[in-house]
């Protein structure tokens, strides 16, 4: 298992656009990655489950994945929420 926190600066937060292109990202991997926000953990490749975490700008979420790629998948979803997704 593999884990890094990140803090959302995207200022609308992780919704519709942003969180697809996060989605996206996340189902390249073979892995299984979650998301976890206060303590609750979502499904980082299911849309729904993401857009349910309702995550706004200066939340702070832990990436975590367990499986094949595991630190390349968390690398690159810090790497989307820290610069690819900002302003989208």
Do not use: W
């Amino acid at each position: 298992m593999y884990e890094q926190k990140v803090i959302l600066t995207n200022e609308i937060g992780l919704h519709a656009r942003p969180a697809s292109i996060f989605i996206r990202a996340a189902v390249k991997y073979p892995c299984d990655i979650t998301v976890e926000k206060n303590g609750r953990s979502y499904n980082a490749k299911s849309i729904m489950s993401v857009l349910s975490m309702s995550a706004s700008n200066g939340d702070e979420l832990t990436l975590r994945a367990d499986g094949d790629k595991e630190e390349e998948a968390i690398k690159n979803l810090v790497d989307v929420v820290e610069n690819k997704i900002n302003n989208q």
